[in-house]
């Protein structure tokens, strides 16, 4: 496998900045899906996700069983209203991904993961973001 697949789409690999599809079976799901990029370069690959107004401490990066997740649920409440906002995707990581040197930022509403190359152990583990 040559590049990040996304999780339900199985077959599609994802490079160059493509869009993808969501594994979703609402039809509004589009409406409150984040943005999200992914490249592909000669050390690895790059996903960025807008997440405009969301807490870093709200958004979890997990790899487990070859399958990195990007999740968050973000609550704001007021004293008349209530809104919760989640996100949850998955990719599986390709043959040659280093996970345990994944590293993630997130700057000015957009979280970036970064997945060098060049490894075949794929541990568990959380991500955590600078």
């Given at each position: 496998m040559t590049g990040l697949t996304l999780w339900g789409n199985r077959g599609t690999d994802l490079f160059f900045g493509d869009l993808f599809r969501s594994v979703t079976n609402s039809p509004t799901d589009h409406l409150h899906r984040p943005q999200t990029n992914v490249t592909t370069t000669e050390t690895g690959y790059s996903i960025d996700i807008s997440v405009p107004g969301i807490?870093?401490?709200?958004?979890?990066?997990?790899?487990?069983?070859?399958?990195?997740?990007?999740?968050y649920e973000s609550t704001n409440e007021t004293k008349d209203s209530f809104a919760t906002r989640s996100f949850k995707r998955s990719w599986t990581l390709p043959e040659g991904t280093d996970p345990e040197f994944i590293t993630a930022e997130c700057t000015n509403g957009i979280l970036s993961v970064e997945i060098p190359k060049n490894s075949t152990t794929i541990p568990v583990r959380t991500i955590s973001i600078k």
């Open positions: 807490d870093k401490k709200d958004i979890n990066i997990n790899v487990e069983n070859n399958m990195m997740t990007v999740s």
